[in-house]
Structures are given as C-alpha cells and as structure tokens.
C-alpha cells in the first residue's frame, strides 16, 4: 500500500500530518524531492512540517552498510566483556557465567529483532523515542529518550576515566596526571564527532575491525591454552568445572544449592552490563543508507555475534580459569587496565610474555571506540528529544556536516565529568556508575519490547502481512514477552544481594534511581501534556512508507545494474560479501 500523489483515494487513507508531527522517515536532502512529493500537505505551513524535515534541521544518509554492520557488533563489545567477566566468573563459577550470559544474550537477541523489523519497516531519525511516540504514546517516547540520553551522558565521561586508568598501567599517575589523557581523549572524539557521521562512520569501522579481531584472537588463544598449546603444555580441558565446581557459593547462604543459585543470579547484572550497546546500532539507521537491507543484514546476524563473541568467550574462560583463582580474585580489586582482565589472569597461568600489554593497547582501543560512539549516540539522543520536540528546538540544528552541532556541544559538556578523576579520591564514584547504567539500558529495552507490542498490534488491525516485510522478527509474539518479562525481573531484583548482610545503601541507590527517573519522566509528560495511548487503528503506518520503498527500489536495481556488469567475475567485493562479510 504505497502513496500516489495524483491518487485520491490514497489522500483519504493518509494520516492528518497536523496529529501525527512525529511520523516521518527519509530526511535527507537526497530525497529532498521525494519527501516533498511524500508530504500529504505539500502546502503546508512551517509550524506542520515535522522539524527533522526543516531546513538547517536535517541529518545526512552517508553511513555505508559496512559501517553499520561493524557499528552494530563493534558497540556491544567492550570492557564489559573484557573485564566485567572476570567478576562475574569469579562470583558464580564457568556454568553460572554461561547460563547467565546465555539468558540475557537471548533477551538482547528478540530486543534487536523487535527493533530491526520497526527499523526496518520505516527508519525514524529520532531513534527510539519517535518509535514510541509514533505507535505507543508520547509520554514513552519522552521517558525512553530520557533514560536513553541519561545512560549515555553518564557513560561516555566513565570511559574517559576508564580511559585514564588504562594509560596507568604503563604511566603512573604521579608521574603524568590523569587529566591529561582524559582531556588527549575527549579532544579526539569530539573531531571525530564534529566532521559528519561518514568519517565518524569510516573510523569507527576500523576501531571496530579491531575489536573483532581482538576478540576472535582471544577466542583462539583460550582455546589453545585449554587444550594444551601453552608453553606449559598442560591440557586443561574442563578440569576447573570439576575442581573447584561448576557453580560458586555464595559467601553467608546455606545451603549449598541456594547460594549456587543466588551467586548464578547475582551476576545476572554484570551480563547485562556486558551487552549493554548492542542496541545503540538503531540510532544509526536514520542516517543509513539503503536502510531495510542493511538493517536487515545487520540484525540477522546478531544471533551469530553473540553466540561466538559473548557465549563461547565466557564458555572458554570458565576452563582456562578456576573461579577460586588467587589471581583472579586480585584481578576484582585492579582498576580497569590490563592487570583487572580475566583473559590476562589466564594468559599468565598459562607462561606466555609479553601478552598482557598487548591486552592493554586492545583494552584501550575498546575503550576509545566506546567513547567515540557514546559522545554520538549521546548527541542523537539529544537531536531526538528535540526533533521531537521534547527539547528545545535549537538543539536539533546541523551543521554543514549534517552534524547536530548544539546537541554535540552539550554531550560534550558532560564529559567534562570525568576530570573529577584529577582527584583520584573523586574516581571511586565512577565505580557506581556501572549500576546506574545497566538500568537505564534495561528501561531502553523494555520501551524497545512495549513499543514492538503496539506495533505488531497496529500492522495486525490494519490488515498488512508482516511476512512481506523486509525483515519481520522470529518467533513473535513469544519471544517478545519472555524478553519483556526477563528485563522487567532483572530490573526490580537485579541487585538483591544488597540485602543480605551489611545494607550497602549506596550501591541500592545506583541500582534502582533509573526506575523513578523513568517512571516520573512518563507519568509527568502523560499528565502535563495529557497524552493519549495510539490506538492500533490510528497509529502511522503509512506516512512517508513511499519514499522508504522507492529507496530501496532504487538501490535494488543499482546492486543487480553492477552485478549484470561483473558477469562471473568475482572482485573484491564479493569476496568480502561471501567470507567474512557473512561475520561482519
């Protein structure tokens, strides 16, 4: 069901643009034209027209599918993965690690699947919130946009500090303050930011490709060290899932069983953690181009990443170190460098020099990624808000570049937090930081999950085939609910361990204040500008659609003109579509 506009009957079926501001898609003055032609009030006033579409208010499509597919894996790997395992390994033992890092892995999967077939049907540059707004109700796209922006004003500063701490391993502190590297590192990633989303986009491949490559190497070494190809030669196998244990006990419950299961439960957040960003790829979809096979690529082969990078990481890591190990359990109490990676505490059982500052540029590298793209996700956030118009209008204006030049001055601004770590009795406060935005990022799911459910809904009741969708998400609705109950559970008993012995008040704050913030944040928008839930008749499924297929007819048709020109010859890119572009 596409627009014609010399059909009137089409004009009927289209949506009142005056009541539905936030449905809108293609913003970019490539499709100037077709967004004009798209506009079921072509005539109307300024104040009508959505502000992502305005003049001056417009994002640039200059993101490649190779970059979104590398952006979509290189943002949920991090020091989470790298680090936050160790303590988690160290807490519940090699099968607790893998059960818990398998549940919530199964959680992100039908998180990005909910988002890649919204995303997918029509690209929204306002990222989460015009989602909701557009088929749930204003007040979730407000509240989600606010967690969002939170998470990610707290985190980008945190990695600047986490940044400092890296550099700490090869300068100490006394010698170059740590001011220093922050202000190196905040410096780089604000030019990066400042230059437009394609050479954002270009560097942040290759910081990406990194990590990949990172990751896989450290796959390939454990798996050397546990069957015997260390300078030790010994063939660990699965010894430690036998001694000292599958499952840690945790310290004060008896009896055993029930302290197996509260240790298994209690890292449940640090896996989490772990994965926190892998949904930051859905911000990058309004300025995608070929938006529907790129997403549908980039989310397809989510399930993939996260079976190899996060299950089989953490899988190899429970037989190449013992939870009980003495250095592991030093590791818990290292700053985030080198000296606090599990991968580390196993490269060093097992006799191999050298490694561990090779691990520590890796680990700096993840963290200079993380930072570049948090400082991005952290000013579209803000773009969003305000395209909107949740926030003031001025902090949606681009530059030249395309780029949301006040949105960017304000993240920026917040990065200045993390000089606190010049007073190195300030930094410990970034340590609970980590629970403030593990929260955040499980509210930005379940607004995910609750704004998939209306949409299914609305494409349900007004007649159209989710199957004939680009990509339409698997195993629906099932996977969604037990998605949705997974992180409403985790989010309200996520750090239950707080009440057993000593009441450690601080960490019970970080924990939960997301929820309050959120839950003021929906209720206060609700009543103050007394918005109403989209009814699954009305909600937008059409406004703007055409230019998104005409899109990807287009593109359709330029990939099958330069595969009629090749012939049978196979170049470079094809080599690449059909090895390791399957991974990437």
Known sequence: MLFKSNSSSDEEKRPDLRSTQSALSIHTHEYALDIRRSNPYPHAEESDVPVAMAEGHQLKKELEPRHITMIAIGGALGTGLLIGSGSALAAAGPAGILVSYSIVGIVVYFVMCALGEMASFIPLPEGFAGYAKRYCDESLGFAVGISYLCKYLIVAPNQLVAGSLVMQYWVSSDDVNPGVWVAIILVIVVFINFFGVKFFGEFEFWLSSLKVITVLGLIILLLCIMLGGSPTHDRIGFRYWHDPGAFAEYEGITPSSKAKFVSFWSVMVTA?????????????????????????????????????????????????????????????????????????????NAKISGLPHVVNACILIFIFSATNSDLYIATRNVYALSANGMFPKFFSRTNKNGVPIFALAFASLFCLLAFMVCDSSSSTIFNYFVNVVSIFGLLTWISILVTYIYFTRAVKVQGLDRKKFTYYAPMQPYGTYFSLFMCILISLIKSFTVFIGEFAYKTFITSYIGI?????????????????????????????????????????????????????????????????????
Do not use: M
């Open 272 to 348: 989490v953690f772990a994965y926190l960003g892998t949904e930051l790829v859905g911000i990058t979809f309004g300025e995608a181009k070929n938006p529907r096979n790129t997403i549908k690529k980039a989310i397809r082969l989510t399930f993939y990443r996260i079976l190899i990078f996060y299950i089989l990481s953490v899988l190899l890591l429970g037989c190449c170190v013992a939870y009980n190990d003495p250095a592991l359990l030093k590791a818990k109490k290292a700053s985030t460098s080198a000296a606090a990676s599990p991968f580390v505490v196993a490269i060093k």
């Open 516 to 584: 309050p913030v959120f839950l003021i944040s929906l209720f206060g928008y609700k009543i103050i500008k007394k918005t109403k839930a989209v009814k699954p008749e009305e909600a937008d499924l059409y406004t703007y659609k055409d230019v998104i297929d005409a899109e990807e007819e287009e593109c359709n048709r330029e990939l099958a003109e330069k595969q009629a020109a090749r012939g049978d010859s196979k170049g470079l890119g094809w080599w690449y579509d059909h090895s390791i572009g399957y991974l990437f």
